[in-house]
Structures are given as structure tokens and as C-alpha cells.
């Protein structure tokens, strides 16, 4: 166990390290939206220590290392270093993991209070959705206030819409190309319609569901506990 809280400091030091490196170098360049999101990594990866001492809890050095590595490869490197675009899925399995990690807290909180698994199941299915919901509105709320993309645009080739037709959707289909006039300039956007971050909040609530409900399934299987021993969340032992 020692070791495992040793190994545990020297992930959460590294990241830290290569965070606060990369927050210098962005302030140097002035890229604020980096900025930010550097200072908001740095206090996330804070925060699980912050709640622990608050309220007096235990975390295994595995759970615990997890989460930091999310933080890592979620916003430092997803949306600092672009992996979000460069790297094919890289979206979609984080969505995965946030699915699969916010049904494990869950559990580990609920688990002393609910005693059936199936209902626990529902419990941490809504938990874990309402979850993603709520960091999907964080998305929406980022991109509205500092003009980032953080739910990603996608070129679709066919659209349906009221907008032209008051009476009935009208499907517009094989579409070449957009066009977005502006005081300044045009833009033109090949290959299609340029959907603005729709198709990227629901394929990401899709999949965080679905790693909720793989988190679920191993659960109800794991009768030796395995799964579940990594995943502990508890109130210390204060006598």
C-alpha cells in the first residue's frame, strides 16, 4: 500500500509539473483559453485531495491515480495539445471512462446504503447520465462565454429542417458545400453542413451511458469483490 501512495504522489507530481510548465509557456504566447483550461486542470487535480481532508474520506492510490490520468489526457492533452482532433477516438473512449469512473464513485458512496444490486445499477446509471448532462452543460456554458469548441463541430453531408418549410421538416441531402458570409470575409466550408457541436453532445451522453452500464455489468459479476476493492471510497476510521 505504501508503495502504491508513493507511486500515486509521483503521477500526481509529474502532472502537475508538465501543467504548470505548460501554463508558463501559454501565458507567454497569450493563448488565454489555454490558460485557463492549464488552471483548471491544475485545480482538478487538487480537488480529490481537497474532499478527502474535508470530510475526513480514504481513496485507494489506484482510484485516485485513475482520475488524475483522466484529468491529464481529458484537458491538458485533449483539449491543450489537441488530441481531441488529432487523435482518431480519443473523445469518444474518454467519454467511455468518464461513464465507467463516474459509475464507480457511485457505487463506492452508495454501496453501504443500497443493498440490491439491481437497483444500485439504476441508481449509479441515473447518477452517472445526470453527470454527463451536467458536463455537457459545462461544454456549452465554456464555448458560449469564451468562444472555445470544446463540443466539437462536425461536417455532416445531409441536414433536416423546419427553418425553410414552417409546415414540415424538408431533408436537404448531399450537401457540397457552406458558405458563412461575414462583414469581413467568406468562409467556405467543403463537403457538407457545418453542425455546431449537436452530434458531438449526443454521441458523448451515448457513450457515457454505455460506459455506465459496462461499469454495471462487471459490477453484478464481480462477486470476489476485485473490481470493487480498487474502487473504495470510505469514511476514515477516526477512533
Known sequence: MKKRKTLNQIVKTCFVMIIIIEFILQTIHKDWSNVFLCLLSLFLCY??????????????????????????????????????????????????????????????????????KVILSIIIISISTTIGVLWELCEFSIDYYFQLDMQKDQIVSKISTIKINQQKPIIIKKIQKTVIDTPTKTIQIENGYLDIGLIDTMKDLFVTIIGTILFSILYSFDKKRKLMNIFIIQKKNMI
Open 47 to 116: 480537488l480529490p485531495t481537497i474532499i478527502v481532508k474535508k470530510y475526513y474520506l480514504t481513496i485507494t492510490p489506484i482510484f485516485e491515480s485513475i482520475i488524475y490520468f483522466f484529468i491529464f489526457f481529458a484537458i491538458l492533452l485533449g483539449e491543450v495539445f489537441k488530441f481531441y482532433t488529432a487523435v482518431p477516438h480519443w473523445d469518444t473512449l474518454l467519454h467511455a471512462l468518464s461513464g465507467f469512473l463516474s459509475a464507480a464513485l457511485a457505487i463506492s458512496i452508495l454501496k453501504q446504503i443500497v443493498k440490491e
